[in-house]
Every structure is written in C-alpha cells, then in structure tokens.
C-alpha cells in the first residue's frame, strides 16, 4: 500500500548509471579525443590493468626481446623470465657440455596455454599492440563526427595521422615477432582471417604510409604542433622528446619502415634491392636533432615506473637483487676503452646457481653511471631518478643511422658505412677512436657494425630482431650458435671461448588466447611456428 | 514483534479466562525463577496442558491461576528455556526453575517468513542460536562464535589476524565473480554499514539463519547467499539489571605441525666448517647488514642443470660457526593480550521496556610490533507502547573502531611470508651501526629474500579510524485482532578513514644499497609516502508490512481449523557509497608526516556508487489447525543493477510442511508418548545475486598521465544486458522430537535434518574475448552452477537430575557445487596455488585445483597414452614414500601434464558441543570437524624452492643410498617429466594435503559464588576460565589446517595456504557480575 505509492517515484532513482567514469560520449568532443588519443597510447599498466605502452610494456615485453639477445638474465621465475632464454646447451672452454633438460621451444609451447597467461611469453605483447590497435580504431571511428573548433580540417588530420602512425607501429611489433596474426579494423571485434607476419608487415607499412602521407598534407604547422603538443605527455617533451615537426614525424616513419624491413629478413637473404631500400628510407630517417616517441619517467601520474618500469632500470643496481642481470655476452661486445663501458658497468659477480647455466656475470649496471670513478660523457643507460630515464618507443638517431650504415656496407660503400658508425659512437660519446678511414676490410666492417648495434642499441626493443636476422639464435646444425662466447661457470670459473647453442624460436606462435577464442578460418595461415 | 505476540496471546487468554469463570474449583499460585541467574522471570507463559487455558507471570515472576476440575498439569514455557510441565493435583504455592534451552528450541522465529511464526509451523528451515551460547568462549566477533553452531552452515576462521572476517558458506556456492558473504540482518534492518564482524556478541539476543533460496525469497534479489539475522536484546520485565563483564585473554599463535626452518644445510663450507662464498672467502655480515655470497657445495655440472639439482649436496650441520641459525617465528610472533568488558543495563515496566550495552574489545596481534585492533560499541534498545496496539521502538548501535594493525600483516597479505622466505642465517633483530634495521636480509642464490618484519613496522604503519551508526525505528500497530501493520526503517551510516604511512628510507644504508624499500605507491623512490584512504557508507532500509491474520474457527466461528496469514510488504533499500583514495610521496626525514609535507600528491580512485533496489512481497501461509500448512507467495525486485530498462525480477516460493504426530492415529497412540513431535517439511524458492552496481555500465577509464587527464579503453568491459543470477532450491527436511528415557538419562532427543538441492543460473563473470579485439574480457551470465547438501542436527538432553544437567548437541553438514554450464571456451581463475591457474570448466568441482601428480608406478602413461617411462629404463628408479624417482638424480617424477588434483572443499562439516551444569558449576566444551578438506601448502612450496623447508633435513632412502638429497626435495618444486628445473613453483599434488582436521574449539568452566557472597546485591556472579583452539587433530604438515589464503570469502579461492596467519589459541579468564 504505502509501497504502491511509493513505487512511482521509485523507478526513476533506478537508472543510476556510474557517476564516476567517463562514457565514450565523453570521448566525442574535440578535448575528449584527444585525452583519448594520449591516453590509449600512454598508459601505464598500472592504472588501467592492460593495453598500451606501459609498465607491462617497456618492461614485460621489451625484456623478453633483450632476454632473447642475451643482453639480459634473470633468475627470477615470474613471467618464466628465467627460462625463455636458457639456451639449448653450453660448451664450456673444458669440453663440459651442460644441456637444457627443457628445451626453450618445448617450455614456450608449454607455457602456450590460456590458463598460462601470467607465464606466456607469446601473450603480453600481442595483447598490448592488440589494444594499442583497437584504441586507435575507435580514434578513426570518431574522429570525423567531432566538431573540432579551429582548422577542423589539422586538427582531424593530426588525430588520424597519430591513430595510423600507431597502428602501423603496432603491425610493426606484432609482424616481426609473430608467425602469423590479424589485420583488424574494426573498434572492438575481430576476423578470424589469419595472415603472415609479412603481410602484418605489409599492413604497418599501409598505415605509416597513410600517416606520412596525412603529414604531407597539413599545411598548418601551428594548429598541429598544439594538437600533437596535449597528445605527447608533458613530461615527456624534454630533449628529443619534444613534438616532432610533420617532417620529423616523417622521418619517424620512414625509419620504423626500414625497421620493417630489416629485422625481417635474414641477413644472407638480402638482396641488392633490399639493401637500396633500406638505404633510401634510412636516408629520409630520422637525423641527429630529430624528435623522436619517447617515454620518460616521471616523479608521479607516470607513463612507466622510474625504479622499475623498463628493462635497463629492472637491471641496474646488486645482481643478487636485480629482476635482471648483466649478460656477459653483452660486456664482451664493448670494445676496449668504449667509455659506454666504463661509464655504466662495475665488476660485481653474481653466481646463479638455480638454473640458467649461463645466466652467472661478473658485471653490474650502475643506475645513473658511475659518476665517482669513471665520469664522462657517455650514454647513460639507466637513471632512476624520475624524469630522467629515457625509453626509445619506435626508432632513433642511432638506430636510423646504423641501418644507413649497415646498407651502405653491404652496398659496397664501407667507409661511408662506418664514418655512420663513428657518428653514433660520437653521439653517444662513446669516446673510441674513427673506425672511418682505417680501411677494415668488408667482414671487418660488418663486425664493427654487428658489436656497435648490439652497444647502441641495447635495451632499445631490437636486440632480437638482430639475433634472429644474423641467424645467432638458431641451432648449430642450421649455422646458429655463438663461439668464442664468455660464460661465467656456476662454479665461478671464466671462460672465453664457450660455445653456446641458442636453439630458440624465431618468430612465436600465436598466443593461445587468441586461437582458442577467435579459432582461424578457413583459408587463414597456420598460426604455430613449423620450427 | 515476539512481543506483540505474547501481549495478544495474552488478551485473548484473559477472554476465555472470563468465560471460564463459572466452572472455577481452585487456585494455584506460584513464582518461576531462572536457572540462569536465580532471577524471577516475568512474562512466562503458565497454561493448563491440553488446553488454551493459562496466563503470564508478572513482573516479580509470579502467578495465579484458577484451575478448573481435572485440569493438573501445568505448562511452563518460555523462549530460550526449557518447557517444565508440572503436576499441580496437590499443592498451591510452586517455585519453578526454568533452564536455558542449550540452543534451538528458540521458539519463534521471523526470518524467511516475514510474520512471526512457530518453529513448529514451519515449512522451511530456520537456524536460531541464543546469544547466551556465544558469551562463554573468548571470541572477539559474532561470526567467530557462530563457527559449528549452525547445522548446514560452513563457517571457517581462515586468518588468525585481529579483525579478520571469517569464511561464511551457506549452503553451496551460487556466484562467482561475488562472494559467499550471507545477508546480514540486525533487528529486521539489512545491517548496510555495519558488518557483522563489528557487532557486539554481548548485545545478542539470539540469532536466526536461513540458509538458502527456499527461504530467502523473501530477501529477493540479493537473498540467494542466505540471510543472518541477529536481534539485540531488549529489556525484561522486573527490577533494572546491571550486567558487568570482564575478561582477559593470552593468545598464542597456532603452529600444529612445528613448522621450522631446516636446521640443516649443504652449502660451501671451508675445512673449519665455515661458510665460504665462490671465492673460498669467509662469509661476514657485511656492512649492509647481510650475509652475501651463500653458495651451495657442489655447482651445476654436465649432469645436473642446477646446483640443487645436484645429488652431492647433502644436508648436515653445519650452522653454528660463521652463520647462526635463528628461529623466525620466535622473532616475528609474540604472545598477544586481549580485554573484553562490557556493562549492561535493562529493564522493562508494563508499557516499555530500556536496554543500554556498552562494550570495549581490545585485540593485540600475535606479530611483534603490530598494533592492535580496538572496537566499542553502544547498543540501546528501547521500547514503548503508546496507546493500545501501537508500540514504537528504537534500536541504535554506535560502533567505534580502531586499527593499529602495520599495512603488511593485515588479512590477506601474505602476513607470515617474512619469517617463511628469510634464510635460517638471518637475524631479524639484527641492526645496523645506525640502530636502524636492514630491510634486505641475505640473499640465497636465486631466491628473493624475505624482507625484515622489523624494518616494516619501524618504517611503516597503519591507523584505520571506523565510526558505524545504525538507527532503526520501528512502529507496529495492531489494529484489531486481523491485521497487523508494521514499519521500520533502518539507516547505518559509516565513515572510515585509514592513514598509511611509509616514512622516508633513504638514510638506511642497506635501503640505498640494494634499491629495495617498503611502498605501496611510490616505487620511484625511498622516499615514502601518506596514503590516505576515506571510505563512507550511508544504507537506508524501509520496511512497511501488513499481516492479516485468520482463525476461521474463532473469527467466523466456522467449524474448519483454519488459521491464515498474509503478509504483504514493501521493502526498499538505497546504499551510497564514497570513496576517495589519496597519496603524497616524498617524505622529508623529520617525523612530519602529513600531505603537505610530500613533494606530490595524486588521487588514486575518487568513486561514487549509488545503489537502488526495492521489491514487493506477497506471501500467503495457511496452518490447518495443528496437522499442517501450506504457504506461498513471491517477491518482486527492482533494482539499478539489472539489466537495461530495469524491468522487475520475480522470485516465487512455495513451502507445506505436516505435522503426523498431531493426527489422531498418532497422538491417540502410544507413539505419540515415544515420539510427541514428528514434523515433515518441503520448500521450493528462487532468490537472486545483483550484478555489481555498474556491471552494466560501459565506461572509459579516466587516469592522470602528467599533468593531463586522459581517456582508456578498458580491458575489462561491461555489458549492459546482464541479467541478476538467479538460485532455484528445493529444500525438504524433517524435525522430530523423541521422549527418551523415562528416568534422567537420554530424556529428550530433537533432531532435524534437511536435505536441499539447488541450481544457480545465469552467475555472471567477466569471461575472456579474443584479445586481437582489444579487450580481455565482458561480463557475461556464463555460468550455471548446482549444488546439493544435508545438514542435520540432534539435540539431546544426555542427563537431567536435580542439580545436574548435560545437553549434548551435535551439527552436521554436508554440501558440493559443480559447474553444469561454461559459455564457451574454460573460465581461467587466479589462485594463489603454485604457477597453474583455476578452470571453470562444466562438470567439475568450483574451487578444483589443478596440477602435475607424481608418477606413482613406472608403467603410468600421459593423457595420450604414451608410457612417461620406456620398460627398459624401469632399472633407473625406484619408490619412494609411493614417488617414482630417478635413482640417478635423486628427482621425483612428475607428469608434465595437468590433472585436477582434487576439490578442496570439505566433504563434511561437524561440530559437538557439550554442556554440563552442576549447581552453580558449568561447565563445557566444543568439538569441531571438518573432513576431506585439503589446502594446496604454497607456503611450503615456497620454502622448498629455496632449500630451507624443515623437509630438506630428512633423509630419503633412494634405492639403499639414504641422505638428505636437496636435489629430491628441490624436485619437488622445479621438475615436471623431462624438464628438470622447468617446472618451478608448478603445482603438484605433493604440496595438496588433507587438511581435515579436529578441533576443540572452545572449552569453558563457570562457577557461580554469588550465594557464596552471602549478600543480596548480586544475582550473579560468575567467574569463567575458558580456553580457544587449544587442541587440533590434522595431518596437515603446515601451520593451520583452516586457514585460506583467498580473498575473504571468495567462491572459488578457498583451498590454499599462502603464507596466510594462522588461527590463534587463547586461554581466558572472564568475571561477570549480575545484580
């Protein structure tokens, strides 16, 4: 009775929706695309649980690819770190041959599994490119129905060029790792049409070209440096951090697509053509005073965490402590006097005893450089201190140029190549003496260049590309393998000429998350490895 | 209401007394005392058996009665006590002493009908239990004394932390994504703010449950998990009473199986016996305050992938030279003193009736430097008849809570992993040259050390402030004989406020050396932080209820023993929560701590959540005389949380039950003297789970990158067509009552038994999408569940004499739930049980686990078929405790494939209690078993990967060659078949244990010495010694078999023990004055 009455006022108070949080309503205004623009890219595992380029990024998956290199190692269980780079056996200076009793391809395939997902090392970053790809769908299904004030016409421009620009960077991650995947255009659903990771690759370089090509277009350079401005993180627009120019951004884009290029083809693959190609991109790449995609860490509301929210900050600081630790196979390509050396690493051995027989280093990486002993000017590749760690997204100056340098080597013109080698080893002050002009032999050269990407570029996301492409990470029967390899026995003893038999999978399968949820269609391409 | 009832029983006797009056013969008077406290008892009912004929005792607990020729027995009856029939053919002046019932036969019972109703008339199965059965153990919560007393019930104390909330299963699990947490009801008014932990058991009256959607219909929408409903105790007629308890305890924390560190070792040692790093170098306590550079003996080699896989090491002394061995409970834990008083005042005239409560709670933690947790609490209840009919009453509880308790040893957080990971060589009281402690202890190879418990709490603690007010106004007003209308409305307000602080680090040197501090936020630095978390409830409840009541008999004067009851109601209920969650880091080194003190501040989560749902009840129950009834109805609800268009959801119920013991062919027989009471029931109800406030909700995240607020997709999606889950139970049950023994043993024997099925419908969990659509998951109704169960009990008077009493009851449940339905591909769970996750997959166990088993006979094949072992390398193993292990490498084989190892529920729950009373001499105690649960000892896993499980000690008999092989037991933790060392921290059977226990829960001694005082001022003074958790019977090898390291009350995370705190043991010595 009383009930009745009170039932009609009742309804009403029903439909409480959530007070708190923004609906995509909120998204279609000229402010909210763009805080949806920036925050579906940058975006810190930790505030939201998954997506994008975080935490779970810049340390999780960019520390299976230097795990893979052997730039890295870690004893630590969590994500199977300590297992996905065990190699398949080691042979010691003595002739002691230690064997993995669990072969790496057999441990990912087992890992492979959807109730694994904590500890499967083919889910994270399909899974983040994924999301990064989905969020930009939803930018270009919005963009054209907002009305933005201003020169509407930049303004869409600029959000389509960031939503192509991103998508082509995710194809780029998922087709140079993945054996096969999905071009998926549509804002939160999927095709069950599986591709090639060439034809994810095919599918990044569209959409950069699309991006560059919407760069070329916007005349208004104002409007589109102030969009680009509020979509780049604040904190992040420091040093080449800053808004990249339309031609900048250009640049950007032309260098992830010699990326595409080179790290998918086996070196003793290329062809003339391949090396032309390259050479044309690097030379339109991104040059010394370019900006470039950065992350920095921030004191607080940050985009990854400044203690560890990437690899090189997960490395630094008491091995016995460390996430990760130091590879010998990393110090042993420092030329002697590299200040780079001197700067960021001390001796401070660490005897891993629980797996990973070569996994033991006698080496350190300082946070913030060795500032009391061996000050210089050199690099530094890790400083916690918040805003002043620097993580490389896509390409950079050192990359571009050694790419430049690696097509003209192999295009007869040496010396240019390692006047480019020299040129990074400057730019990071690395302090070594010309290699340009001393007239190294063509296989000499070759090995500058191999020991100076793995140098420059550690820590950056393409350490595996390189071990694949150069053919390291396969077995011995097939020409992989390493000789001459410095392995710190478990028992403390050095070697210096170990042979390490890597063994590992080249490109991943197809997480079982995906398989299972979206199984392939017919006509797809198998979606495991043969290897 | 139990009141209004009495006062009308009351008139209508007086009407029949005048009618009466011509035939009357004699009189009877008399007065009825409690044996409880030898106070007269107002209000009790005197009624001349086989007859309506009777009256009440008057405020001073006496009586007079008319007795017609023939009548000579008189009924004595009051709720709680014992029924004594008295026969009366001679004398006139008669002193009865009533007996507290020992449980159950509380004999009016509201919740699950809505309209107060005899047990007796029942067609569902209502659970009472008095307050006077909670107030003689030494436990701190109403939950914690309701552990065994409820038949059905499974009731777990799963963390021995102060403040801890229980595990509460009633009747099967029914949701997922949800908990298992019952509705709790005080007074009639859902509790909103006010958990059930934070009410004040002195203030219990008595308790009623109704356990599952047979009877929870009436709660709709949210009733499916049960319904708790507890009534705080009003005054009584007579003089004002005043009640003052007192008690202290000392609790110990439980370790059943002595759980130590391995004493042994088979490190590098020098030829003094020195531990020696890879160097040969002596090992010092560095400046650090850490031991660095342990090694194992022998190293991996071409065989043995890892050094403990390596079979030379071999556990021996070899503690006591540089390294020391230090025991880390007896570091971390202490023995811990806890305080309960409280003071009573209540009284009662003939038109209201007062009762104020005021009580204080004090409970240390068993973990050195760890707080306390402090609850007071002030009850009033208080009544008042304002004109004929109407009455008006008041209940208010004000609750006051105080938590000390540091950040990292609350519920939950892995609370014991510190003393548990540490290696036996480090010394938590160790301190730096600077006083300070080291927060990074030595590290073994490969392992993450445990962190100092001493650093945490000298750099971190916690302070959570909780004010909790709930007022319930309640009118009745009977109109006239039909109807009866009724409204309440209960508002809790809570507000709680916790304060965490990280103070800065950075001067400790061990802190800078190793990068490693203690933060909840700030990871960037040693810096510290304030956290500061502001939580408030506002939870408004109204009830507005009809009952219209029939006697076709004396109503209509229709010859049909008829007798109806139709209740109709409103319930509405509106929650508002707030939550603002802040934190600043970068403390300054001076003991300044607050916000503006931190270099930068962020706001974490800042939230509003409304919730509305409110439901019609129509219920119609009709009793034919006293041989049976019939009743049935159904609830509507509305709420926000449904799906789009908030279109009702409606909840149908139907319940008959008959009573064969009133039937002439029975009670005309000699039967009816062997069995009086023979009661058969069967109920069929729905009742529901509400999605989460915004399950239906699509949203974006919002977050803060820099100093811009941006916009995310969420991974987890929302879906706006969910449906509420939807519980079907049909419930059918019997209750009995058997005349035992005409002398004093077995005199009475009640026994009850319900056996109940259900099937849960549409439960919502966010199931997986394809992650190429950018998402990981969308809550979906995916699951059907179904379970089934008895409970049972028997209540029995063993032996009644004069001066000495024993009552005997016994409690027993049994329950299962399986999944019946998936949508699509397994359900992945988390659990905390080794690296394997939890399948909801259709046909199995909810809560199964899953793992590697070890091979248990060289011809065992994998899941395809395939032999693990080829006949002709049988020669390379043996047996071990019924292992296969590999007799070169010491391994213990594992598959490498996953079975489910086993549902670690219990297969049945039983509890016995016993209570004796001799004069003023009580005296009691309460068995609990639980069988066939197991618990996955992740908590041992963990040890065993570093080699410092007590196990690692024992040596193992591998085909003649008997040693401590670190490489068996470390298999145990790294092997799976044909990877050794590529199965770590898997799970395995070898850590899933029975974890069924026998417990003696509580055991008390009370011994009156009022009438020693010689003096009229106390009714009652009784002192108590009582004892908790004392004795525990378990083959379980960890700490405490019922602990549980899931969320609290999880659905599916029930069996693991991850460095969960255990149960306590306490021993208390409780005064309680009366006068």
Redesign the interface.
């Known amino acids: 009775m009383t009930g009745i009455i009170a039932s009609t006022s009742c309804k009403k108070e029903l439909d409480v929706k959530n007070p708190n949080y923004p609906t995509i309503d909120q998204a279609k205004t000229e402010s909210g695309i763009i805080a949806l623009a920036s925050g579906s890219v940058y975006n810190n595992s930790a505030n939201n649980g998954a997506g994008g380029l975080g935490d779970g990024y810049f340390g999780t998956v960019i520390g299976y690819h230097e795990l893979l290199a052997d730039n890295i190692a870690s004893t630590i269980a969590n994500g199977n770190l300590n297992n996905v780079n065990v190699p398949d056996y080691v042979i010691l200076d003595d002739g002691t041959k230690i064997s993995n009793p669990s072969p790496q391809k057999m441990n990912l395939r087992i890992n492979n599994a959807r109730d694994r997902i904590g500890t499967n090392m083919f889910y994270p970053e399909w899974q983040s490119m994924y999301a990064l790809n989905n969020a930009c769908n939803q930018l270009l299904d919005l963009v054209d129905g907002i009305s933005f004030s201003g020169d509407v016409d930049t303004k869409k421009n600029t959000i389509k060029a960031w939503a192509y620009w991103w998508k082509g960077f995710a194809y780029a991650r998922l087709g140079s790792v993945y054996y096969a995947g999905i071009i998926n255009n549509v804002t939160s659903s999927t095709n069950p049409n599986y591709v090639t990771s060439a034809a994810l690759i095919a599918e990044s370089n569209k959409n950069l070209q699309t991006a560059s090509a919407i760069l070329s277009s916007i005349n208004n350079t104002a409007t589109y440096m102030s969009i680009m401005g509020q979509l780049i993180p604040s904190f992040v627009q420091t040093g080449n951090g800053a808004v990249p120019t339309q031609q900048m951004f250009i640049r950007n884009i032309n260098t992830l697509e010699a990326r595409n290029l080179l790290a998918n083809i086996k070196l003793t693959d290329m062809t003339t053509a391949n090396w032309q190609t390259l050479l044309t991109l690097t030379s339109a790449g991104i040059g010394a005073n370019d900006n470039v995609f950065e992350a920095v860490s921030s004191d607080i509301n940050d985009i990854f965490n400044a203690n560890g929210g990437c690899v090189s900050s997960l490395t630094a600081g008491i091995p016995a402590t460390t996430l990760f630790t130091v590879s010998e196979r990393l110090i042993q390509e420092f030329t002697p006097g590299d200040l780079r050396f001197s700067k960021n690493f001390i001796q401070n051995e660490y005897l891993n005893q629980v797996g990973g027989f070569t996994f033991s280093t006698r080496w350190e990486l300082l946070n913030a450089g060795d500032t009391t002993v061996n000050n210089n000017n050199a690099i530094v590749f890790c400083d916690k201190t918040p805003g002043n760690q620097v993580v490389y997204i896509a390409g950079s100056y050192e990359e571009n140029e050694l790419m430049k340098a690696e097509a003209l080597i192999n295009t007869g013109k040496i010396d240019l190549g390692l006047a480019s080698v020299d040129n990074v080893r400057n730019y990071q002050g690395a302090g070594l003496a010309p290699v340009s002009g001393t007239g190294l032999s063509l296989d000499a050269a070759k090995e500058e260049l191999r020991r100076e990407r793995r140098v420059a570029l550690v820590f950056r996301g393409t350490a595996y590309y390189d071990a694949r492409r150069w053919g390291v990470i396969y077995d011995i029967s097939q020409g992989g393998g390493r000789t001459n390899a410095v392995v710190l026995g478990t028992d403390g003893v050095l070697n210096t000429k170990a042979i390490i038999n890597y063994n590992f999978l080249d490109y991943w399968d197809v997480p079982a998350d995906e398989v299972v949820l979206n199984p392939p269609a017919p006509g797809s391409v198998p979606v495991k490895n043969p290897n | 209401m139990k009141k209004n009832l009495r006062r009308s029983i009351f008139f209508l006797l007086l009407l029949l007394a005048g009618s009466f009056v011509c035939a009357q013969t004699r009189i009877v008077r008399g007065i009825v005392t409690s044996k409880d406290n030898g106070e007269p008892m107002p209000g009790v009912s005197v009624v001349v058996k086989g007859t309506s004929f009777g009256t009440e005792t008057s405020e001073q607990g006496k009586f007079l009665l008319r007795l017609t020729a023939g009548a000579n027995t008189l009924v004595f009856s009051y709720i709680g006590y014992q029924t004594v029939e008295f026969p009366v053919d001679t004398g006139n002046n008669i002193h009865i002493i009533l007996i507290p019932e020992l449980k159950q036969l509380i004999d009016v019972v509201v919740t699950g009908t809505g309209v107060a109703t005899r047990k007796a008339r029942l067609g569902i199965s209502v659970e009472t239990v008095s307050g006077t059965d909670l107030a003689e153990t030494p436990q701190g919560t109403i939950d914690e004394g309701l552990i065994g007393k409820i038949p059905g019930a499974q009731i777990s104390s799963v963390d021995g932390t102060p403040g801890a909330t229980t595990n509460i299963v009633l009747r099967g699990i029914n949701t997922v994504q949800g908990s298992t947490s019952p509705m709790i009801l005080v007074d009639g008014v859902e509790s909103g703010s006010l958990d059930i932990g934070s009410l004040d058991p002195a203030a219990v009256d008595h308790i009623e449950v109704v356990q599952g959607a047979a009877a929870s219909t009436i709660y709709g929408a949210q009733g499916a998990n049960g319904v708790i409903q507890i009534f705080t105790k009003k005054g009584q007629l007579g003089k004002t009473k005043v009640d003052i308890a007192s008690s202290v305890s000392a609790s110990t924390y439980l370790n059943i199986s002595d759980v130590h560190e391995a004493h042994l070792s088979s490190y590098a040692t020098n030829a003094n016996g020195k531990f020696i790093n ?2 040969g170098d002596v090992i010092t306590l560095d400046p650090y305050g850490t031991y ?1 550079g342990v ?2 003996a022998y ?4 065989n043995n ?4 896989s390596n079979p030379l090491n071999i556990a021996h002394q070899q503690y006591g030279t540089n390294l020391k061995y230090y025991d880390h409970f007896a570091q971390l834990f202490k023995t811990a003193d806890n305080y309960n008083n409280s003071v009573a005042i209540s009284g009662a005239n003939n038109s209201s009736d007062y009762s104020f409560d005021i009580s204080n709670n004090h409970q240390e933690s068993n973990i050195r430097n760890n707080g306390y947790t402090d609850r007071t609490n002030l009850t009033t209840n208080l009544g008042i008849e304002l004109f004929k009919g109407f009455t008006v009453r008041s209940i208010t509880q004000l609750v006051y809570t105080k938590s000390t308790i540091n950040p990292f040893f609350t519920q939950g957080r892995n609370n014991i992993g510190a003393a548990i990971m540490s290696a036996p060589f480090d010394n938590f009281d160790q301190k730096l040259p600077d006083g300070t402690y080291p927060g ?1 202890l030595g ?1 073994l ?5 445990g962190f100092n418990p001493n650093y945490v709490t000298e750099y971190s603690n916690a302070i959570v402030n909780r004010v909790t007010i709930l007022e319930n106004i309640q009118a009745d007003y009977r109109i006239n004989k039909f109807i009866d209308l009724n ?1 309440k409305y209960g508002i809790s307000y809570g507000k709680g406020e916790e304060t965490v602080i990280f103070q800065n680090q950075t001067e400790n040197i061990n802190t800078t ?4 501090w203690i933060a909840f936020y700030n ?3 040693a810096t510290g932080e304030i956290d500061n978390y502001n939580f408030n409830n506002t939870f408004q409840n109204f009830i ?1 209820s ?1 009952v219209i009541k029939t006697d076709f008999k004396k109503d209509f004067h229709l010859n049909a023993p008829i007798m109806t009851s139709t209740l ?5 209920r ?1 929650s508002y929560d707030t939550q603002l969650f802040a934190y600043g ?2 403390l300054p080194i001076y003991p300044i701590y607050n916000f503006q003190q931190t ?4 706001v974490f989560s ?7 749902t ?1 439901g ?1 009840v129509v219920n119609q129950k009709i009793d034919f005389g006293e041989y049976g009834g019939l009743a049935g109805g159904f609830r509507s609800d ?3 949380a ?1 799906g789009e268009g ?1 279109k009702p959801f409606t909840f149908p119920d139907i319940n008959a039950y008959i009573r064969p013991s009133s039937f002439n062919f029975w009670s005309k027989q000699k039967l009816t003297n062997i069995i009086p009471e023979f009661k058969l029931r069967a109920a069929y109800g729905e009742a529901g789970i509400q999605p989460g ?2 399950d239906r ?21 929302n879906n706006a067509n969910l449906n509420v889950e939807v519980s079907k139970e049909f419930e059918a049950g019997t209750d009995i009552e058997i005349k035992g023994w005409s002398g004093s043993w077995l005199t009475d024997i009640n026994l009850s038994g319900t056996y109940w099925t259900r099937k849960s419908s549409n439960v919502i969990f966010g199931i ?9 998951t969308i809550k979906t109704n995916a699951i059907d569940l179904a379970s089934h169960g008895v409970q049972a009990s028997a209540t029995i008077t063993v032996y009644r004499a004069k001066d000495f009493n024993w009552n005997f009851t016994t409690n027993f449940s049994n329950e299962t739930s399986e999944i019946t339905k998936v949508a ?3 359900i ?1 769970l ?1 659990s905390g049980a080794g ?5 909801l997959v259709a046909g199995r166990k909810i809560g199964q686990i ?1 793992g590697y088993k070890a091979l248990t006979s060289l011809s065992e094949k994998n899941q395809e078929g395939v032999p693990y072992i080829l006949p002709a390398n049988y020669g390379q193993y043996t047996m071990v405790d019924g292992r296969v292990v590999n007799i070169a490498t010491k391994g213990i084989q594992f598959t ?1 494939e996953l079975y489910p190892l086993g549902d670690p529920n219990p297969k049945f729950n039983t509890s016995f209690i016993n209570r004796f009373d001799y004069k003023t001499l009580s005296f009691g105690f309460q068995f609990d078993w639980v069988y066939g649960s197991h618990l996955y000892n992740q908590t041992k896993e963990w040890q065993y990967r570093d080699g410092i499980s007590e196990d690692y000690d024992k040596p193992v008999d591998i085909a003649g060659t008997t040693a401590a092989y670190t490489a068996y037991y470390r298999s145990a933790y ?1 092997d ?1 078949f ?8 898997g799970t395995k059977d070898y850590f899933y244990e029975d974890a069924s226990f026998l417990r003696l829960r509580n055991i008390y001694i009370g011994y009156d010495f009022s009438k020693l005082l010689n003096s009229k001022v106390f009714k009652r003074a009784l002192l108590t010694l009582s004892g908790r958790n004392i004795l525990t019977f378990t083959k379980y090898t960890g700490f405490d078999p019922e602990v549980s390291s899931g969320t609290s009350n999880s659905t599916f995370d029930r069996g693991v023990d991850d460095q969960s705190m255990p149960n306590i043991k306490s021993y208390q010595l409780g005064m309680n004055l009366a006068f």
Do not use: C
Request: no cysteine.
């Open positions: 890879s160097n660095q090694n194992w190293g991996a080699d071409a992938p890892t050094a403990m990074v590290a190879p490969g392992a993450d050390a409204a050396q190793y990068s490693s990871g960037n630095d507005a009809a109709i109601e409103f319930d509405h509106k880091i970068g270099t930068s501040q962020s800042d939230q509003k959540i409304p919730f509305v409110y019609y509305y709420s926000s449904f908030s406030a915004f909700y699509p949203t974006l995240i919002p977050s803060n990158v820099g100093s811009s607020l941006v916009f995310s997709l969420p991974p987890a999606e997986s999408v394809a992650p190429s659509t950018g998402g990981t699509g591909p397994p992945i988390t690296d394997t996750q939890e399948e899953y490498n790294a799976v044909d990877a050794r060392n590529g199965g770590r921290n």
